[in-house]
T-cell receptor
Framework: DSGVTQTPKHLITATGQRVTLRCSPR?????VYWYQQSLDQGLQFLIQ???????AKGNILERFSAQQFPDLHSELNLSSLELGDSALYFC????????????FGEGSWLTVV | GDSVTQMEGPVTLSEEAFLTINCTYTATGYPSLFWYVQYPGEGLQLLLKATKADDKGSNKGFEATYRKETTSFHLEKGSVQVSDSAVYFCALSEGGGATNKLIFGTGTLLAVQP
């Protein structure tokens, strides 16, 4: 158990809909990261937040957005969903420090039908 | 930009065989290097890491040495078990700037047969 908690574990929704994925980081971790894992794209970095502020942005679509709240939990919002958004979405967290280990949650499986 | 290249899978071995999974990287700075493992139906777990040249990371019988001269971080295990069957990801953290986000390779599926 990494200490990173993600909900829901599985989600099935229709095209055009909007979903929210939730992440609770490990106790004491200020950084939260979101990754997307799909068969064709592999593991892609989406976005990082540090203590409520956006720190780095990767291959995140404009239809997707994220935020980190004062209690440090984070949410990834996916809207106008397309079939190609079906993937495993990972949240991860770490402490401050450029060489610190990043710990991953078990992921949220999103299926768009 | 920075990138990681892993050997293609799947790799199929018999129990107790020697394992090598090749990983090379391209980076402008001095990255930290990692191996993560994903068991079937589970999330990513850190297997081992190395933060500077010539460091050796090790865990659960797996080892990898940070080779700056060859920009490599190959994963090895002397005797694999069926329980080692999983997808293995090599990754780097750029080690500079404001973020330590990870850049992953494509993953290598390892299947160990009894």
């Amino acid at each position: 158990d990494s200490g990173v908690t993600q909900t829901p574990k599985h989600l099935i929704t229709a095209t055009g809909q909007r979903v929210t994925l939730r992440c609770s980081p490990r106790s004491g971790d200020l950084s939260v990261y979101w990754y997307q894992q799909s068969l064709d794209q592999g593991l892609q970095f989406l976005i990082q937040y540090y203590n409520g502020e956006e720190r780095a942005k990767g291959n995140i679509l404009e239809r997707f957005s994220a935020q980190q709240f004062p209690d440090l939990h984070s949410e990834l919002n996916l809207s106008s969903l397309e079939l190609g958004d079906s993937a495993l979405y990972f949240c991860a967290s770490s402490t401050e420090g450029i060489r610190n280990t990043i710990y991953f949650g078990e992921g949220s499986w999103l299926t768009v039908v | 930009g920075d990138s990681v290249t892993q050997m293609e899978g799947p790799v199929t071995l018999s129990e107790e065989a020697f394992l090598t999974i090749n990983c090379t990287y391209t980076a402008t700075g001095y990255p930290s290097l990692f191996w993560y493992v994903q068991y079937p139906g589970e999330g990513l777990q850190l297997l081992l890491k190395a933060t500077k040249a010539d460091d050796k990371g090790s865990n659960k019988g797996f080892e990898a040495t940070y080779r700056k001269e060859t920009t490599s971080f190959h994963l090895e295990k002397g005797s694999v078990q069926v329980s080692d069957s999983a997808v293995y990801f090599c990754a780097l953290s750029e080690g500079g700037g404001a973020t330590n986000k990870l850049i992953f390779g494509t993953g290598t599926l390892l299947a160990v047969q009894p």
